[in-house]
Each structure stands twice: as C-alpha cells, then as structure tokens.
C-alpha cells in the first residue's frame, strides 16, 4: 500500500505523549511515512554543519587576534541555545496552546515531546521537529553573537543568547511558524526563516554592535580586513552545504516540493554569486573578491531562504541574483549607519532577508507551494498583489521587535554587576584571544612567544592577566 492510500497519524490529546511505549508500539502510526521523518533528520545533520560553517566564517573575517574567540563562541552558543530549547524555548515558540505572539510551557523541559505526530506536521514525530527547529534557533543565535566581534567578552555573550533566544526569537518563532501565530494566520509567507532566522538576526547584530560601541582603531593599517580567506572559504562551504538541509526540510515532508526547495537553493546561492562580483567587478573597475564571492553566495541563500518552497527555478536565480547584487551595494551601510558592524552580519542577513521576504511577496506562485499536495499560497504574480503588504508588514513587526528588544536586553545586562558586555580597551588591542583563553590561539605561536621573550606581561585583562613572562593565567 502507497503511502498516499495510508491515513497520517493524528494528534491523539488524550497522548500527548504519543503513547506508553511499554504499553503499544509507538512507530506502528507512522508506518508508510518513514521517509518523511528520516528525510526530515538528514535534513538537520546537514543544518548543524551551519554552526561550525559561521564559526569558521566569523574567524576568518576578524583579524587573527581574535579569531579565535569566534571559533569558541559557535560551539559555546550552540550548548547553551541546546538547553534553552530543552527547558523552555521549544514550548514557547511551538506549543500547541500558544496565542498569537508566544507559546505557554505545555511543553516545559520537554515534557510529552516525544513519538506524537508534531505541531509542524503530522507526519513527524514531535522529537524530530524539535531537534530541527532547535538548530535553526542554534543558526541564528550564532549569527547575532557576530555583533561583538572583537570586544565583546564571551561569557556575557553566553547569558546574552540564553536571554534573546527567549525573548526575541521565541517569540518570532510563534508569530512566524505555530498555527496559533499572528504572522501564520496573517499570513505572511516564510518558508525557512527569512523572519526569525535572517531579518531577526541582522537587526539585533546592529544592535548589539551599536550598544557595544566602536571597536578602537589606534592606527591599526588592517582594522577591519579578514585575516583568513581560506577560513572564510571553508566557511562558505559548510554554510551552502548545510542550507540544503535548512531549506530543503522546511516543507516538514519528503514530496516534490522539498524536492523544488534544495534545487532553489542551489540555484540562487550561484546567482547570488554572479550578482555580488558583477558589482565589485564594476566598482574595483576588473578586479575580484573571493570574499565577495563567499558574501554573494550567502546573500544568495539568505535572499532565497523565505521564497524556497513558493518559486519556480528561474524566480529563485532572480532573487539570488538582486539579492547578492543589493548587499553588494549596500557595502557601506556601517558608515552610513557609524556603527561598527563588521561581520556584515546586518548587511547579508538583515537587508538580505528584508530583500527576500518582499521578493516572496511578489513571485510566490500557487502551482510551486501545491507541489507538497495540500499548500496553495500566492503573491503578486499570480494576481494576489496585498501579498507584498503582508510581507511588508512582517519586515516591520520583525525589524522593529529584534532591534529594540535586542537594544533592552543588552543594556540592561550592561548595568548588571559583574556583567560588563565589552573588553577593556587593553584587552582589544592584544585581542580577545589573548585576552579570553588560556595559552591558545590561531596559527603559529608567536604572539605568546613574543610576550614570553620579551618578559612583558599583558595589559590588564577584563578578568584575568597574564604572569609575567610565563604566558599562564594568573588571578587578580
């Protein structure tokens, strides 16, 4: 029997749970839809590749003082976004219970999120949709830790993203994606993340850059040039890699159209490249960039990431391409803004995802959504014009929400003792790692040597210094 003969499961409230796995088989529901949900789990191992995709990105941007820091930071965010999750953030964005603006803690350290079919979609069972939403809620947390670049001090940034992933997108997440959310039911069309994930980030990065301050120059000839292209590069790659999976599982199925989305992704990824150097090649008057090349692929994906599920192929290079060409020309937005957002975290993922978010209103196309069997969503193209209105309206309520929560959230950590958000201005100019880590750093050696020879001890730390010519910690 085929598995479109087969009745999907059905959430049983009576068990919540799914079921006494002591009592029945808990697998029998889904029989026949197993690929779904298998689908669904390759999906998120390739979407865990992004988290160490930005940490090798970020590290490669940033001068290699600090490099390091950025590393440790997507791998420190990621353990503590995973607990956020476990004990309330799953429940507040996805709860079945939710209102319009954020769950309610039905769901409390995981209770009954087990073999149930999911609130996503009946053919999951809820402990798959929860670790794929979890590492999207991990993404994006890691992109917002990229407004501190190079004076922000780490654990501060810690107990900064168990805050916003609770408060800023948990929230978002319910108004975007729980059938109870405002923007759901409005509704606007988000079919990965062009909200929550890109728009959310990129806003609350400017802000964290812009209440951090600027970081000191102090005749520095290389502030603001990455160190590492190859880093960048390697960065790059594990980010596309891994968006086959962010974009490709977004249906919550295995059909055609899921199938449509990782060939969007791709498409406007490369299209996306073409637009970032045709502009550089324009500017620098012949000349190339790899790390423009790298920043047009990803402008790509963030540009595409709203639209996947709802274009043609031909509409997903278009958005690839005014996407990386639009964030290419916005190539100077921090000096026009005079805030030191050096990741470019709000020109690719802010403006990128603006861009996509009104590209989707324009271009969705009815006949590409019902490609799954059961979605018909439409935007101007197919004549449905107040869809760029809702999209509007979702670019706002995001914008706005991330950006002055975001600013809330950091100074009042800022005001907390002991919780000083930035690095004294000593411990900037020797860099984070220096400054943050015990005797480690990218590359070679030779600035620790360099300080062991020397017998020169470090400036004074934002917690610790340096035991004269021995490059170990000592307490103060």
């Not at 992004?50 to 490099?67: C, E, M, N, V």
């Not at 031909?314 to 805030?339: E, P, Q, R, Y």
Request: glycine share 12%.
């Amino acid at each position: 029997m085929s598995s479109t003969e087969l009745t999907p499961p059905e959430f049983d409230p009576a068990k919540p749970n799914g079921g006494n796995s002591l009592e029945e088989d808990v697998n029998a529901q889904y029989a026949g839809f197993e690929i779904h949900y298998i689908y669904l789990i390759v999906c998120a191992f390739l979407v865990w590749l992004i988290i160490p995709g930005i940490g090798f990105l970020y590290s490669g941007l940033a001068r290699r003082k600090s490099s390091l820091s950025l590393l440790f930071q997507s791998f420190a965010v990621a353990a503590v976004v995973c607990f956020q999750w476990m004990f309330w953030g799953y429940s507040l964005a996805y709860s079945r219970t939710a209102n319009a603006f954020i769950g309610d803690l039905a769901n409390f350290g995981m209770k009954n999120v087990v073999a149930a079919p999911s609130p996503g979609s009946p053919l999951l069972p809820e402990i798959v949709f929860c670790l794929y939403q979890m590492l999207f809620c991990t993404c994006t947390v890691v992109l917002v830790i990229g407004g501190s670049f190079e004076r922000g001090r780490i654990l501060p940034s810690m107990i900064f993203a168990f805050c916003w992933a609770t408060i800023v997108y948990c929230p978002i997440a319910c108004w975007t994606w729980n059938s109870n959310g405002w923007l759901y039911n409005l509704p606007s069309l988000d079919f990965a993340g062009g909200g929550p994930v890109h728009v959310a980030s990129g806003w609350s990065a400017l802000a964290y850059a812009f209440v951090l301050g600027k970081r000191v120059h102090k005749g520095d000839k290389i502030h603001g040039k990455p160190h590492n292209t190859t880093l960048v590069f390697i960065g790059t790659c594990f980010i596309w890699f891994g968006w086959f999976g962010f974009n490709g599982g977004s249906a919550l199925n295995a059909s055609i159209r899921s199938m449509m989305a990782v060939f969007n992704t791709n498409t406007a990824a490369s299209c996306g490249v073409l637009g970032w150097i045709l502009v550089d090649y324009v500017r620098s008057k012949g000349r190339f960039s790899l790390v423009g090349a790298c920043s047009g692929a990803i402008a790509g994906l963030v540009g595409i990431t709203p639209a996947a599920g709802y274009v043609s192929v031909w509409i997903a290079g278009l958005i690839g391409f005014l996407t990386g060409a639009i964030c290419s020309l916005c190539h100077n937005v921090d000096k026009w803004l005079h805030i030191d957002e050096g990741m470019d975290v709000f020109k690719l993922h802010g403006i990128g995802g603006m861009t996509g978010s009104f590209l989707t209103g324009i271009f969705a196309q009815g006949w590409i959504s019902s490609l799954d069997g059961s979605s018909v969503y439409q935007g101007a193209l197919d004549g449905v014009g107040v869809q760029v209105g809702r999209q509007l309206a979702e670019i706002c309520a995001i914008s706005s929400y991330s950006f002055v929560v975001t600013c809330i959230l950091l100074y009042a950590l800022k005001f907390i003792p002991f919780m000083h958000l930035r690095v004294t201005e000593e411990a900037e100019m020797i860099g984070l790692d220096l400054d943050q880590f015990f005797d480690e750093q990218i590359g070679d050696w030779s600035m620790m040597e360099q300080h062991h020879f020397e017998g020169v001890s470090a400036p004074q730390s934002s917690h610790h210094s340096l035991k004269a010519g021995t490059g170990e910690p000592k307490s103060v």
